[in-house]
């Protein structure tokens, strides 16, 4: 019997046949569609491709759309350039190049947004696994940046499951509308000022400082029953408005105008999902990956930095922005925790991300495990009780800032250290 050809295999097969066939195939763009099937692309018509279309027709297996189906050219297709020019085409050398179609996902393998010339600085709280701590994270380092006198914008951006609007602003306080009516009042063109200004909130926490932390939450006050509604549809891409990446980009943007923002700080949703990429490596934020040592979190940011990987270019635009945060740090033996935490992300980035130790460029983009300054050097977030209850709008405070201090004193040095940097 006939052994099945599995989806890893198929794509080794393809890549093998289009590198074996270069003479004959030229430049070629393999497609691989939602099913995880194979077509090539070529900018040319070629001849007499039956014989090679029989072949790789037989070493893809389920993987194959038919015989007939696996060539194409330019001439042929509706929309060539949203294959030739897609953004996310990933060069694997020799003239060819992949395009992946997938459902989700594909922001991690797109290329940075261009920038405005002026705007805020952005900071990313994410974390590959839900539950380490983002929300406190980010009301603290929130009130350390407006005791600072900072006008400082929180994006409420894990929409599935939001959380941050609640830590920041009580129920009398939210706005009228979040982020999820930005987007269907944007997909009919209605996105207007109006809007924009019952998006935000100013959030108590800043009660005292010289600052402000004002707050777009996930979801408003109004039509809270049909959140779920509006969810399921701000991940279209309605003609003339852009892909999800840009629609958010020019929220932010518009946001950061208005509200003459000094710092955004964006709550991004956990796991290996769109919004999580364009947080993470489209929108120019130095990014606080989350951590805790456990198996489960090193294998799934494995699976994530082992995507960055098969595009190293692109790597690079975001690469120096990412530091890991050990976050919980438990009580007792937490020396030897960070060690065991921090040599765990040395192992990851030096396989992934990090240039090779014996690199020429002086300028190789690579670091001592026992660096300090380095991505994978953890900055500890010690856990202590009372923050497991913590409402840090709540009056009378249930964390004393000598609390709070000691549990994220480390953290706020370092955002001190970055802005001085930056």
């Known amino acids: 019997m006939t052994s099945k050809v599995r989806f890893d295999d198929a794509f080794e097969r393809a890549v093998e046949f289009a590198h074996a066939h270069r003479s004959k195939l030229g430049p070629t763009v393999i497609v691989r569609d939602l099913l995880g099937r194979f077509r090539f692309a070529f900018e040319e018509e070629l001849d007499d491709t039956a014989a090679l279309a029989a072949e790789l027709h037989a070493q893809l297996g389920a993987f194959s759309p038919g015989q007939s189906q696996l060539f194409m050219s330019r001439s042929e297709m509706l929309a060539p350039d949203a294959i030739f020019s897609a953004p996310e085409l990933h060069d694997l050398g020799g003239e060819v190049r992949l395009l992946e179609r997938w459902v989700t996902g594909s922001d991690w393998l797109r290329p940075p947004l261009p920038q405005p010339s002026v705007k805020a600085e952005r900071i990313t709280f994410f974390g590959i696994k839900g539950g380490v701590g983002r929300s406190s994270a980010i009301a603290a380092v929130s009130r350390h940046l407006a005791e600072q006198g900072k006008r400082v914008v929180v994006f409420d951006l894990d929409l599935e499951s939001p959380g941050v609007t609640a830590s920041l602003l009580p129920s009398a306080s939210r706005p009228t509308y979040g982020i999820v009516d930005w987007f269907v009042e944007d997909d009919v063109g209605q996105a207007d000022e109006n809007l924009l200004r019952d998006l935000v909130a100013t959030s108590p926490l800043a009660a005292g400082t010289t600052g402000e932390i004002r707050v777009v939450p996930a979801g408003g006050t109004r039509g809270s029953e ?87 270019a692109r790597v690079r635009h975001f690469r120096d922005h990412l530091r890991i945060i050990a976050a919980q740090v438990p009580e007792t033996g937490r020396e030897l925790y960070l060690e065991r935490l921090r040599d765990h992300a040395s192992a990851l980035f030096e396989e992934y991300l990090y240039d090779p130790a014996d690199a020429d460029d002086s300028d190789a983009f690579n670091f001592d495990v026992s660096d300090r300054d380095a991505p994978h050097s953890p900055v500890p977030i010690y856990w202590r009780r009372e923050l497991q209850d913590w409402d840090p709008t709540r009056e009378p405070a249930t964390v004393t800032p000598e609390q709070a201090s000691a549990a994220f004193g480390e953290l706020l040095q370092y955002i001190d250290q970055w802005t001085a940097e930056s």
């Open 226 to 312: 049909s959140y779920t509604s509006k969810l399921a549809r701000i991940y279209s891409s309605p003609p003339g408005r852009g892909d999800l990446a840009a629609r958010l980009a020019r929220l932010l943007e518009a946001v950061e105008h208005s509200e003459r923002a000094d710092y955004v700080l964006l709550d991004s949703r956990a796991g290996i999902h769109d919004l999580a990429a364009i947080a993470v490596t489209r929108l120019g934020a130095t990014s606080l990956l989350f951590a805790i040592d456990t198996p489960q979190t090193w294998l799934a940011y494995g699976y994530l930095f082992a995507t960055w990987q098969r595009d190293p």
